[in-house]
């Protein structure tokens, strides 16, 4: 009888561990957030050389201002509490600029190559979550003029309020970002991120029971433009 007494006891002892103790170890010694997506950095700037009027195109930019696109969104994971931070180089667009304005611009980026810590999380964001075979690419457009008169040309950056087009899986949306925009020798670098609700294009976020997904992030950007 002692013996099933302490085989009951050793059952209870793996279940109470599995169900309370194991995710509060894996929360509080295991699961770390993501580094926050890429912004401006102003390490190793230039002041800003020849003229912004023209057309303009996005590069893999520089060591300090590495173009890429993604996105960041909070997750619980096994009862821990993670920011997730999913991004890709694979980014395109074109800028044109006249007399001080930013009259277009688009930035496509491949969303089946955007890619996290987790080969699990970016195959069910690849298939269920974004149908990347459907919707392979997302894109944004601007919507207005941007008045760039003000941007410094001493290797600092500025804030400028952008409007544009989302366009995430087959859904397109009116957004407002701020851009942090750096002028560096012959290089114009811009950042920012797009708040978003997921449901709002189309998007569902996981819920699998080992993982919930908030229904709230970002579109983050980081792009390097040089002229044609």
Known sequence: MR??????????????????VAPWVY???IAEDDAPAASVSVSGAQAATGDLAGAWTITPGSST?????????????????????GSTDQVAGSA???????????VSVQVAAITTDSSQRDGQ???????????????????????LSALPTDGTTA????TGTLTLKDRSLPVTVD???LRSGAELVASGSVPVTWSDFGVEPPSLGFV?????????????FVKR
């Open 27 to 29: 929360g509080t010694f």
């Open 96 to 106: 044109t600029i006249e007399a001080d304005k930013l009259t277009a611009a688009d």
């Open 3 to 20: 013996k099933l007494w302490w085989s009951l006891a050793a059952v209870v002892v793996i279940v109470v561990f599995g169900f309370f």
């Open 179 to 181: 851009v942090e925009v």
């Open 125 to 147: 964001f690849r298939g269920r979550v974004m149908d990347t075979d459907a919707y392979p690419t997302a894109t944004f457009v601007l919507a207005d003029p941007v008045d």
């Open 212 to 224: 919930t997904v908030d229904d709230r992030g970002s579109v983050d950007f980081l792009v390097s």
């Open 65 to 85: 201002n590495r173009t890429a696109a993604g996105y960041t969104v909070h997750e619980v994971l096994r009862g821990a509490d993670v920011t997730v931070v």
């Open 159 to 162: 804030t400028l309020p952008v």
